[in-house]
């Protein structure tokens, strides 16, 4: 019996009126194009679960001997914040009741510990940041992620360059779905899914950001539409949103880099490039080049079906966050533009703890105004001069 309900819950899932066009079986993919050639198989996917353990082992190879020492060449030294003095009824009060006490406990803490309430903020900001990681391993995760954006993108485009996908959109559809996967492309395909399973699983011992959430649902959205993609073969408009989402990734990085470094402007001058190319890339040439050939050119040339739909819905949804993040940067550059320096991290990590913030707190509860020459960058990774937190 549990043998039947298997392959029944197999055949529902593997429905080719689901995963196929109209009048196509999985009969009809089985065989080789071509010498040397095949149409993509689920069962490829799973090499990119441990394909994803050797990019994190070479992840953390890279940070230790690689990014690391670059690091200590640029003078970022492997120091915290500082650290909050002991006290064990404030260390009871943050563990056990709240991080961040409102005004009516710092009074009650005041007269109980004879303490000033600004020196109790003080203490509780100390006690925050001193469990945040350090400027040294924030540069090691954007190192890793600069190198690999970097080289898969340069890949990506070295690959799609001869592609006759790249230059005619329709290429994608026509023959759909008996078009040959070449290994270039499954090297390429199956690397990309690799490295999102890699940040799947290191999102949750890397640097705990505000926009956690809406990170998990991108890797989720991104890991979702490449492989979907791949089994119903329709690889060749996948590669070309591949491409696109990383030509603007590593000049993210290579911001926060330069801000960890305390080149300032060399950061703002990053930061202002990846800004106007991700505004470009996501809110320009992905409607009107990758939308318009999933959705309209694509219904000309093969029709709708199930599967094409949820292809599409993942596209969508990715837009909706690429609307997200682009209001988050023209804020950002906004105020950098306006103000010549940037008041507040949106996502940030570490706060900032100068005596001019301790007096700005006092009446502005957890929105800090940076005393130091700063800017943000934001993409769902924000850099800034000295972090500021919106508790």
């Not at 510990?113 to 469990?131: A, E, G, P």
């Not at 940030?348 to 940076?370: A, H, I, L, P, R």
Request: glycine fraction near 6%.
């Amino acid at each position: 019996m549990a043998a039947a309900a298997a392959a029944a819950l197999r055949a529902w899932f593997w429905n080719e009126r689901f995963w196929l066009p109209h009048n196509v079986t999985w009969a009809d993919l089985a065989g080789e194009p071509g010498p040397g050639l095949q149409y993509p198989r689920a069962g490829h996917v799973l090499s990119a679960f441990p394909l994803a353990l050797g990019i994190f082992a070479v992840r953390l190879l890279f940070e230790r001997f690689i990014a690391k020492p670059c690091a200590i060449n640029l003078g970022i030294q492997d120091s915290g914040p500082h650290r909050a003095q002991p006290n064990a009824i404030l260390e009871k009060v943050f563990t056990s009741i709240t991080k961040s006490p409102d005004g009516r406990r710092l009074e009650g803490l005041s007269k109980q510990l004879d303490w000033d309430v600004r020196k109790i903020q003080r203490w509780f900001r100390h006690r925050r940041n001193q469990d945040k990681p350090t400027t040294l391993t924030k540069f090691c995760e954007s190192m890793w992620r600069f190198t690999f954006y970097l080289c898969i993108f340069f890949y990506g485009i070295r690959f799609l360059w001869t592609a006759p996908w790249f230059w005619d959109t329709r290429q994608c559809w026509y023959n759909y779905p008996f078009q040959p996967l070449t290994s270039r492309l499954y090297y390429y395909y199956i690397l990309e899914l690799a490295f999102y399973w890699s940040l799947m699983f290191s999102q949750f011992t890397d640097i705990k950001r505000k926009d956690f959430l809406i990170m998990f649902v991108h890797h989720l959205a991104t890991i979702g539409l490449i492989t979907f993609s791949y089994m119903n073969n329709m690889v060749r408009v996948g590669t070309l949103v591949l491409c696109l989402h990383d030509a603007s990734d590593f000049l993210l990085e290579a911001a926060k880099l330069a801000n960890y470094a305390k080149y300032q402007r060399l950061c703002d001058a990053f930061f202002m490039l990846f800004g106007v190319v991700f505004i470009v890339t996501r809110l320009g040439i992905y409607p009107f080049w990758i939308l318009n050939t999933t959705l309209f050119e694509s219904w000309e040339l093969i029709g709708p079906y199930p599967s094409w739909w949820l292809f599409n819905g993942l596209l969508v949804t990715l837009q909706i966050l690429h609307v997200i993040w682009s209001y988050l940067i023209i804020r950002t550059a906004y105020k950098a533009l306006v103000r010549g320096k940037v008041s507040k991290d949106d996502r940030s990590d570490v706060e900032s703890s100068s005596e001019e913030e301790e007096v700005t707190s006092n009446s502005t509860k957890g929105v800090f105004s940076t005393s130091s020459n700063g800017s943000n960058c934001i993409n769902g990774h924000v850099a800034g001069g000295q972090w500021t937190e919106d508790e």
